[in-house]
C-alpha cells in the first residue's frame, strides 16, 4: 500500500515555473513506477510524465516534452515534476500515481493516487 500526496501547486504567469512534489509513504516507494497526471476542467484525466522504479526510463506527452522534467529521490520517497515555461493550457490539477507493475500512459494502470495539487497558469 502507499499512500501519496502532492504539494507544489499554485498560480504562476505564462513563462513561468513551478516544481512539484509528490510524498509517498511506505518502504516500498522505490519499487514503484509513478507518473503525473492531470485534469483540465470539463476534459478527461491526461498523461503528463513517467519515471520508472529507479529512474532509468522517462516518458512525456507531446505537449509536455521540453519543457516539463519528472525525477524521483528514492531515499526521500519522492517524486518531482520541474515544470518550465508554463503556458495557460497546462492549467490543471495534477496528480501524482504509482503502481508496481505498469509502465502505462493510461491511468487505469495506475493502482495508487494522490489528491491533486492545482496548478493555475495566468495570461
Known amino acids: 500500500q502507499v499512500q501519496l500526496v502532492e504539494s507544489g501547486g499554485g498560480l504562476v504567469q505564462a513563462g513561468g515555473s513551478l516544481r512539484l512534489s509528490c510524498a509517498a509513504s511506505?518502504?516500498?516507494?522505490?519499487?514503484?513506477?509513478m507518473a503525473w497526471f492531470r485534469q483540465a476542467p470539463g476534459k478527461e484525466r491526461e498523461f503528463v510524465a513517467f519515471?520508472?522504479?529507479?529512474?532509468?526510463?522517462?516518458y512525456y506527452a507531446h505537449s509536455v516534452k521540453g519543457r516539463f522534467t519528472i525525477s524521483r529521490d528514492n531515499a526521500k520517497n519522492t517524486v518531482y515534476l520541474q515544470m518550465t515555461t508554463l503556458k495557460p493550457e497546462d492549467t490543471a490539477v495534477y496528480y501524482c500515481?504509482?503502481?508496481?507493475?505498469?509502465?502505462?500512459?493510461?491511468?487505469?494502470?495506475?493502482?495508487?493516487w494522490g489528491q491533486g495539487t492545482q496548478v493555475t497558469v495566468s495570461s
Open positions: 500515481a504509482a503502481d508496481p507493475t505498469t509502465s502505462s500512459v493510461s491511468d487505469v494502470g495506475y493502482r495508487f
Open positions: 519515471i520508472s522504479w529507479q529512474g532509468g526510463t522517462t
Open positions: 511506505g518502504r516500498t516507494f522505490g519499487n514503484y513506477a
